[in-house]
Protein backbone atom coordinates (compact mmCIF):
# COMPACT_ATOMS: atom_id res chain seq x y z
CA UNK A 1 0.00 0.00 0.00
CA UNK A 2 1.89 3.39 -1.42
CA UNK A 3 2.14 5.91 1.61
CA UNK A 4 0.90 9.55 1.35
CA UNK A 5 3.98 10.95 0.28
CA UNK A 6 4.51 8.67 -2.26
CA UNK A 7 0.98 9.52 -3.80
CA UNK A 8 1.90 13.07 -3.33
CA UNK A 9 5.37 12.89 -5.29
CA UNK A 10 3.54 10.83 -7.98
CA UNK A 11 0.73 13.77 -8.38
CA UNK A 12 3.44 16.41 -8.49
CA UNK A 13 5.77 14.58 -11.19
CA UNK A 14 2.54 13.71 -13.41
CA UNK A 15 1.69 17.40 -13.19
CA UNK A 16 5.35 18.45 -13.87
CA UNK A 17 5.44 16.31 -17.17
CA UNK A 18 2.27 17.30 -18.12
CA UNK A 19 3.37 21.33 -17.88
CA UNK A 20 6.91 20.35 -20.09
CA UNK A 21 4.04 18.69 -23.02
CA UNK A 22 2.13 21.86 -22.91
CA UNK A 23 5.44 23.77 -23.04
CA UNK A 24 6.33 21.72 -25.90
CA UNK A 25 3.50 21.80 -27.60
CA UNK A 26 2.76 25.58 -27.29
CA UNK A 27 6.68 26.21 -28.56
CA UNK A 28 6.27 23.76 -31.42
CA UNK A 29 3.42 25.91 -32.81
CA UNK A 30 4.93 28.63 -32.44
CA UNK A 31 7.75 28.50 -34.03
CA UNK A 32 6.66 25.87 -36.91
CA UNK A 33 5.94 27.88 -40.21
CA UNK A 34 1.95 27.40 -41.31
CA UNK A 35 1.75 26.27 -44.71
CA UNK A 36 -1.08 27.48 -46.77
CA UNK A 37 -2.58 26.03 -49.77
CA UNK A 38 -1.03 26.73 -53.19
CA UNK A 39 -3.99 28.94 -55.27
CA UNK A 40 -2.16 29.06 -58.90
CA UNK A 41 -2.33 32.58 -60.18
CA UNK A 42 -5.10 33.53 -62.82
CA UNK A 43 -4.11 32.93 -66.56
CA UNK A 44 -2.84 35.91 -68.26
CA UNK A 45 -5.31 36.76 -71.05
CA UNK A 46 -3.87 37.72 -74.55
CA UNK A 47 -3.36 41.31 -75.62
CA UNK A 48 -2.39 43.17 -79.05
CA UNK A 49 0.54 44.23 -78.75
CA UNK A 50 0.64 46.36 -81.47
CA UNK A 51 -0.29 46.67 -85.03
CA UNK A 52 1.72 47.51 -88.44
CA UNK A 53 0.62 48.87 -91.79
CA UNK A 54 2.49 48.47 -95.36
CA UNK A 55 3.57 51.58 -96.78
CA UNK A 56 1.07 51.08 -100.10
CA UNK A 57 -1.83 50.66 -97.20
CA UNK A 58 -2.72 47.11 -98.73
CA UNK A 59 -2.36 44.65 -95.74
CA UNK A 60 -2.41 45.23 -91.57
CA UNK A 61 -0.29 42.95 -89.82
CA UNK A 62 -1.49 41.98 -85.90
CA UNK A 63 0.86 41.19 -83.27
CA UNK A 64 -0.53 39.13 -80.07
CA UNK A 65 1.28 38.84 -77.10
CA UNK A 66 0.37 35.17 -76.86
CA UNK A 67 -0.41 32.28 -79.38
CA UNK A 68 -4.46 32.82 -80.06
CA UNK A 69 -7.35 30.87 -81.97
CA UNK A 70 -10.66 31.70 -83.08
CA UNK A 71 -13.86 30.29 -80.84
CA UNK A 72 -16.39 28.55 -82.80
CA UNK A 73 -19.16 25.98 -81.79
CA UNK A 74 -16.21 22.93 -83.45
CA UNK A 75 -13.55 24.63 -80.76
CA UNK A 76 -10.29 26.59 -81.33
CA UNK A 77 -9.84 26.99 -84.94
CA UNK A 78 -7.45 30.47 -87.31
CA UNK A 79 -8.63 33.49 -86.76
CA UNK A 80 -11.28 35.08 -89.13
CA UNK A 81 -14.14 38.20 -90.06
CA UNK A 82 -15.92 36.18 -86.92
CA UNK A 83 -13.37 36.64 -84.58
CA UNK A 84 -11.83 40.21 -85.39
CA UNK A 85 -13.39 43.42 -85.65
CA UNK A 86 -11.29 45.79 -88.38
CA UNK A 87 -13.25 49.12 -88.81
CA UNK A 88 -12.09 52.36 -90.45
CA UNK A 89 -12.80 56.08 -89.25
CA UNK A 90 -12.02 60.12 -90.36
CA UNK A 91 -10.38 60.92 -93.85
CA UNK A 92 -12.18 60.38 -96.88
CA UNK A 93 -11.14 56.89 -98.01
CA UNK A 94 -13.85 53.95 -97.62
CA UNK A 95 -13.04 49.90 -96.51
CA UNK A 96 -15.11 48.16 -98.52
CA UNK A 97 -14.02 44.40 -97.56
CA UNK A 98 -11.31 42.84 -95.85
CA UNK A 99 -9.99 39.15 -95.47
CA UNK A 100 -7.94 37.93 -92.61
CA UNK A 101 -5.45 35.50 -92.91
CA UNK A 102 -4.05 33.69 -89.68
CA UNK A 103 -2.55 30.06 -88.73
CA UNK A 104 -4.65 28.39 -85.66
CA UNK A 105 -2.28 29.25 -82.49
CA UNK A 106 -0.11 31.50 -84.74
CA UNK A 107 0.77 35.37 -82.48
CA UNK A 108 0.23 37.12 -85.84
CA UNK A 109 -2.58 37.68 -88.10
CA UNK A 110 -2.37 39.54 -91.40
CA UNK A 111 -5.50 41.54 -92.77
CA UNK A 112 -5.47 42.52 -96.59
CA UNK A 113 -7.83 45.68 -96.94
CA UNK A 114 -9.43 46.74 -100.05
CA UNK A 115 -10.63 50.66 -100.11
CA UNK A 116 -11.94 52.65 -102.04
CA UNK A 117 -11.44 57.13 -102.49
CA UNK A 118 -8.92 59.25 -101.92
CA UNK A 119 -6.81 58.13 -98.89
CA UNK A 120 -5.97 61.50 -97.30
CA UNK A 121 -3.67 60.37 -94.36
CA UNK A 122 -6.17 60.99 -91.66
CA UNK A 123 -8.23 57.38 -91.86
CA UNK A 124 -7.59 55.36 -88.92
CA UNK A 125 -7.86 51.48 -88.98
CA UNK A 126 -9.14 49.77 -85.80
CA UNK A 127 -8.59 46.41 -84.58
CA UNK A 128 -10.38 44.61 -81.79
CA UNK A 129 -11.60 41.11 -81.01
CA UNK A 130 -15.14 41.08 -81.99
CA UNK A 131 -16.94 39.83 -78.76
CA UNK A 132 -15.31 39.23 -75.55
CA UNK A 133 -15.18 35.34 -75.82
CA UNK A 134 -14.37 35.41 -79.66
CA UNK A 135 -10.75 35.31 -79.44
CA UNK A 136 -9.17 32.73 -76.40
CA UNK A 137 -5.38 31.76 -75.75
CA UNK A 138 -4.16 27.89 -74.87
CA UNK A 139 -5.30 29.06 -70.75
CA UNK A 140 -8.90 29.85 -72.01
CA UNK A 141 -8.17 33.44 -71.33
CA UNK A 142 -10.22 35.87 -73.77
CA UNK A 143 -9.08 38.58 -75.90
CA UNK A 144 -10.98 41.33 -74.20
CA UNK A 145 -13.35 43.43 -76.97
CA UNK A 146 -11.74 46.82 -74.92
CA UNK A 147 -8.49 46.39 -76.69
CA UNK A 148 -8.61 48.19 -79.75
CA UNK A 149 -5.65 48.91 -81.45
CA UNK A 150 -5.39 51.77 -84.01
CA UNK A 151 -2.80 52.50 -87.31
CA UNK A 152 -3.29 55.57 -89.53
CA UNK A 153 -3.06 54.90 -93.73
CA UNK A 154 -0.51 56.66 -95.26
CA UNK A 155 -0.69 59.50 -98.24
CA UNK A 156 0.48 57.81 -100.78
CA UNK A 157 -0.03 60.35 -103.98
CA UNK A 158 0.49 59.47 -107.14
CA UNK A 159 0.47 55.53 -106.73
CA UNK A 160 -1.61 53.27 -108.46
CA UNK A 161 -3.16 52.85 -112.41
CA UNK A 162 -4.31 55.18 -114.30
CA UNK A 163 -6.45 56.07 -117.15
CA UNK A 164 -7.08 58.50 -119.62
CA UNK A 165 -10.03 58.14 -122.29
CA UNK A 166 -11.84 60.54 -124.56
CA UNK A 167 -12.40 64.14 -123.55
CA UNK A 168 -10.09 63.58 -120.78
CA UNK A 169 -6.94 63.27 -122.73
CA UNK A 170 -5.07 66.15 -123.06
CA UNK A 171 -5.80 68.45 -126.82
CA UNK A 172 -2.11 68.15 -127.48
CA UNK A 173 -2.50 63.85 -127.35
CA UNK A 174 -5.90 64.00 -128.75
CA UNK A 175 -4.39 66.18 -132.04
CA UNK A 176 -2.18 63.31 -132.13
CA UNK A 177 -5.35 60.83 -132.52
CA UNK A 178 -4.10 59.29 -129.52
CA UNK A 179 -7.01 57.24 -127.39
CA UNK A 180 -6.36 56.24 -124.62
CA UNK A 181 -3.54 56.94 -122.21
CA UNK A 182 -2.21 55.07 -119.28
CA UNK A 183 0.08 55.05 -116.60
CA UNK A 184 0.81 53.27 -113.38
CA UNK A 185 3.15 54.82 -110.35
CA UNK A 186 4.71 51.71 -108.21
CA UNK A 187 5.31 51.90 -104.75
CA UNK A 188 8.64 51.17 -105.53
CA UNK A 189 9.23 54.30 -107.15
CA UNK A 190 8.98 53.00 -110.55
CA UNK A 191 6.30 53.88 -113.71
CA UNK A 192 5.41 53.13 -117.17
CA UNK A 193 3.29 55.33 -119.30
CA UNK A 194 1.64 54.21 -122.34
CA UNK A 195 -0.13 56.32 -125.51
CA UNK A 196 -2.02 53.95 -127.52
CA UNK A 197 -3.60 54.69 -131.06
CA UNK A 198 -6.45 52.05 -131.31
CA UNK A 199 -5.45 49.39 -133.14
CA UNK A 200 -1.99 49.27 -133.99
CA UNK A 201 0.02 52.26 -132.12
CA UNK A 202 1.44 51.42 -128.76
CA UNK A 203 4.01 53.73 -127.27
CA UNK A 204 5.30 52.73 -123.75
CA UNK A 205 7.62 54.68 -121.54
CA UNK A 206 9.28 53.86 -117.90
CA UNK A 207 11.57 55.03 -115.79
CA UNK A 208 11.84 56.15 -112.01
CA UNK A 209 9.48 59.07 -110.54
CA UNK A 210 9.55 61.17 -107.02
CA UNK A 211 6.70 62.88 -105.92
CA UNK A 212 6.54 65.52 -102.84
CA UNK A 213 2.96 67.08 -101.56
CA UNK A 214 3.69 70.73 -101.58
CA UNK A 215 1.73 73.87 -99.15
CA UNK A 216 -0.67 74.39 -102.17
CA UNK A 217 -3.82 72.42 -101.04
CA UNK A 218 -3.96 68.95 -102.90
CA UNK A 219 -1.51 69.73 -105.30
CA UNK A 220 1.85 68.07 -105.44
CA UNK A 221 4.89 67.75 -107.66
CA UNK A 222 6.42 64.97 -109.81
CA UNK A 223 9.55 64.35 -111.33
CA UNK A 224 10.24 61.70 -114.14
CA UNK A 225 12.98 59.91 -114.90
CA UNK A 226 12.57 58.10 -118.21
CA UNK A 227 15.19 55.60 -118.74
CA UNK A 228 13.74 54.09 -121.62
CA UNK A 229 13.45 53.96 -124.88
CA UNK A 230 15.49 56.77 -124.20
CA UNK A 231 16.46 58.58 -121.78
CA UNK A 232 14.42 62.16 -120.84
CA UNK A 233 13.32 63.91 -117.58
CA UNK A 234 9.85 65.15 -117.09
CA UNK A 235 8.61 67.48 -114.24
CA UNK A 236 5.29 69.11 -113.44
CA UNK A 237 1.77 69.05 -111.43
CA UNK A 238 -0.56 66.43 -110.48
CA UNK A 239 -3.73 66.50 -107.87
CA UNK A 240 -6.06 63.81 -106.80
CA UNK A 241 -9.47 64.52 -106.10
CA UNK A 242 -11.85 61.92 -103.89
CA UNK A 243 -14.40 60.80 -106.68
CA UNK A 244 -16.03 57.56 -107.97
CA UNK A 245 -13.34 56.56 -109.22
CA UNK A 246 -10.77 58.96 -108.09
CA UNK A 247 -10.38 61.47 -110.96
CA UNK A 248 -6.73 63.18 -111.03
CA UNK A 249 -5.59 66.52 -112.87
CA UNK A 250 -2.07 65.97 -114.41
CA UNK A 251 0.26 67.88 -116.38
CA UNK A 252 3.86 67.83 -116.77
CA UNK A 253 6.29 68.79 -119.37
CA UNK A 254 10.23 67.66 -120.27
CA UNK A 255 13.27 69.64 -119.55
CA UNK A 256 16.04 67.44 -120.19
CA UNK A 257 15.89 67.42 -123.33
CA UNK A 258 15.09 70.66 -122.97
CA UNK A 259 12.40 71.69 -125.62
CA UNK A 260 12.13 75.16 -124.82
CA UNK A 261 9.10 74.93 -121.78
CA UNK A 262 8.84 75.32 -118.25
CA UNK A 263 7.03 73.13 -116.27
CA UNK A 264 3.87 74.50 -114.30
CA UNK A 265 3.84 74.88 -110.15
CA UNK A 266 1.87 74.35 -107.63
CA UNK A 267 1.65 77.84 -107.27
CA UNK A 268 0.73 78.89 -110.81
CA UNK A 269 -1.39 75.74 -110.50
CA UNK A 270 -2.62 73.86 -114.06
CA UNK A 271 -2.27 75.30 -117.10
CA UNK A 272 1.17 77.59 -116.17
CA UNK A 273 3.44 74.90 -117.79
CA UNK A 274 5.10 77.56 -121.01
CA UNK A 275 3.88 77.08 -124.54
CA UNK A 276 1.44 74.32 -123.69
CA UNK A 277 -0.83 75.27 -121.16
CA UNK A 278 -3.88 74.14 -120.92
CA UNK A 279 -3.42 72.16 -124.11
CA UNK A 280 -0.82 69.91 -121.77
CA UNK A 281 -3.42 68.79 -118.83
CA UNK A 282 -4.89 64.92 -118.54
CA UNK A 283 -7.90 64.41 -116.98
CA UNK A 284 -7.06 60.47 -115.51
CA UNK A 285 -9.09 58.23 -113.56
CA UNK A 286 -7.95 55.79 -111.12
CA UNK A 287 -8.47 52.03 -111.90
CA UNK A 288 -7.66 50.40 -108.81
Not at 107 to 126: A, D, M, Q, R
Amino acid sequence: MKTSSTTTFITQMLNLLLIVVLITACKKDKDDPIIDPIIPPPPVAPVIDSVRITPDNKTVTVFFSQAVYGVSEAGKQAIDTNHLKVELSNGTAKLDSITIYHTSGAKTSTIELFTSGLINGEEVISVSARTNTSVVNDSSAYLSATNVATVNLKEIGIVGTWISTGANISEIYQYLNFDTIKMECRFDGTYTFETIKSPSIHNRLSGTYTQSKSDISGIWTITLNQNLPVVAESQGIFKAENELPVKMLYETVQVMPNIGSTPPTPESGFGSSTIFGYLNTITFLRLN
